[in-house]
T-cell receptor, first 122, second 111 residues
Framework: DAGVIQSPRHEVTEMGQEVTLRCKPISGHNSLFWYRQTMMRGLELLIYFNNNVPIDDSGMPEDRFSAKMPNASFSTLKIQPSEPRDSAVYFC????????????????????FGPGTRLTVL | SQQGEEDPQALSIQEGENATMNCSYKTSINNLQWYRQNSGRGLVHLILIRSNEREKHSGRLRVTLDTSKKSSSLLITASRAADTASYFCATMNSGYSTLTFGKGTMLLVSP
């Protein structure tokens, strides 16, 4: 298994430009997560999808950020227009959401992370 | 907001010594997970402990969970230089399907 694949690995762009980050989750996983990591704020959850449907995007900083998951094997995170404060490492993670014991039962989901995209906005 | 808070922020030890990292959290959890991150890489899952478990082992790793104190500890025994990395605890709150990560402990193991 190739694991979670992200592209590009590095992106340097100028303020105001559109940036698109891509993610291919592990085959068979039904949940996908986008995180942002900075020294100041640590690892922040931006948005997550279950079965390709966005469930919670409350972590998306502002309207400049958008994410899509058109199918089970692909997701994008877009920033338009980009700003210097968006500089960070963006991680995609996928997992298999399990529910034990029926509705209301506990869920256990180990997350598998991609290598990340290091974004620098000048 | 950060749910898990690791302590210490940084830890420096010699090879062969044990390393203990702690994590505190604030709300009820479904499970708690520990992850490792090497510099410039993504996070790698190490171990998961459920809210009804008190201790779990995996190789040189031992995790404890005290739900009454809302705290967990990760012990790495007989550390190696290759254990040098940042270690994060992540909590899954009851009723949710997402993880909330702490800011991590940076572990440096010197040969």
């Amino acid at each position: 298994d190739a694991g979670v694949i992200q592209s590009p690995r590095h992106e340097v762009t100028e303020m105001g430009q559109e940036v698109t980050l891509r993610c291919k989750p592990i085959s068979g996983h039904n949940s996908l997560f986008w995180y942002r990591q900075t020294m100041m704020r640590g690892l922040e959850l931006l948005i997550y999808f279950n079965n390709n449907v966005p469930i919670d995007d409350s972590g998306m900083p502002e309207d400049r950020f958008s994410a899509k998951m058109p199918n089970a094997s692909f997701s994008t995170l877009k920033i338009q227009p980009s700003e210097p404060r968006d500089s960070a490492v963006y991680f995609c993670a996928s997992s298999l959401l399990l529910r034990v014991g029926g509705v209301g039962g506990p869920t256990y989901n180990e997350q598998f992370f991609g290598p990340g995209t290091r974004l620098t906005v000048l | 907001s950060q749910q898990g808070e690791e302590d210490p922020q940084a830890l420096s030890i010699q090879e062969g010594e044990n390393a203990t990292m702690n994590c505190s959290y604030k709300t009820s959890i479904n499970n708690l997970q520990w992850y490792r991150q090497n510099s410039g890489r993504g996070l790698v899952h190490l171990i998961l402990i459920r809210s009804n478990e008190r201790e779990k082992h995996s190789g040189r790793l031992r995790v404890t969970l005290d739900t009454s104190k809302k705290s967990s500890s990760l012990l790495i025994t007989a550390s190696r230089a290759a254990d040098t990395a940042s270690y994060f605890c992540a909590t899954m709150n009851s009723g949710y399907s997402t993880l909330t990560f702490g800011k991590g402990t940076m572990l440096l193991v010197s040969p």
